[in-house]
């Protein structure tokens, strides 16, 4: 079982996220609603992927994930209602793929899968 971190600021994408997750996945799942509670939970928790929201209320998501990888190097997923800004802003960030809102809960769970499948395995007690 892996540990996914998602950095959403809108309540009701966390609760479908969790939701994904829980029913779809066997991964586990936190969540941060801004880009410095993302921070303290990587540092603390080193999560084995990140999805991120583009728009954040202290900072963009691509900047976010960066700072992210200094932490605790994982693969990322960005997830954005604005596509053109996606292409845009992911091409910089090495993301691995882009979750377009409104979320397809079969897709979002094959992705997670498929980055995932790309990470080697956790350190024991990470």
């Known amino acids: ?9 809108y309540p009701p994408a966390q ?26 939970l990587a540092a603390t928790f080193r999560p084995d992927l990140y999805i991120v929201d583009l728009d954040l209320p202290d900072t963009q998501g691509t900047a976010l994930i960066r700072t992210l990888r200094g932490l605790h190097k994982a693969p990322a997923l960005l997830v954005s209602a ?14 691995m793929a882009y979750l ?10 094959h992705m997670i899968d498929q980055a ?6 956790p350190f024991p007690g990470r």
């Open 1 to 9: 079982m892996a540990l996914v971190l998602y950095v959403e600021d």
């Open 15 to 40: 609760m479908l996220m969790a939701a994904i997750v829980a029913d779809l996945t066997p991964h586990a799942l936190i969540t941060a609603r801004s880009g410095r509670e993302a921070e303290s």
């Open 82 to 95: 604005y596509e053109e800004a996606v292409d845009r802003e992911g091409l910089s960030a090495d993301i």
């Open 100 to 109: 377009h809102k409104p979320l397809d809960p079969a897709h979002v769970a």
């Open 116 to 121: 995932l499948m790309h990470t080697p395995p």
